[in-house]
């Protein structure tokens, strides 16, 4: 495995985590890995809200451990 995979992995999944919200966030729906189907925000919402956070705070952790170890 090269050096520069492991260093940016966190990175790379931090920006897919982040895409994935907005995404999910401007098509007003989501597909909620637990369950297996597509949550939409006017039929669940506060289901589809928590998977959205979920998907920001991923990006968040993500990112902040790149920080975090350094580039």
């Known amino acids: 495995m090269p050096d520069w995979y492991s260093h940016y992995i966190s990175l790379i999944l931090g920006i897919i985590s982040f895409s994935v919200g ?25 289901t589809f809200w928590w998977i959205v956070a979920m998907y920001y705070i991923f990006a968040v952790l993500f990112v902040g451990h790149y920080l975090y170890e350094g580039p």
């Open 22 to 46: 907005v995404v999910s966030t401007c098509i007003e729906k989501t597909w909620a890995p637990h369950a297996g189907r597509t949550i939409y925000r006017a039929k669940e919402p506060s």
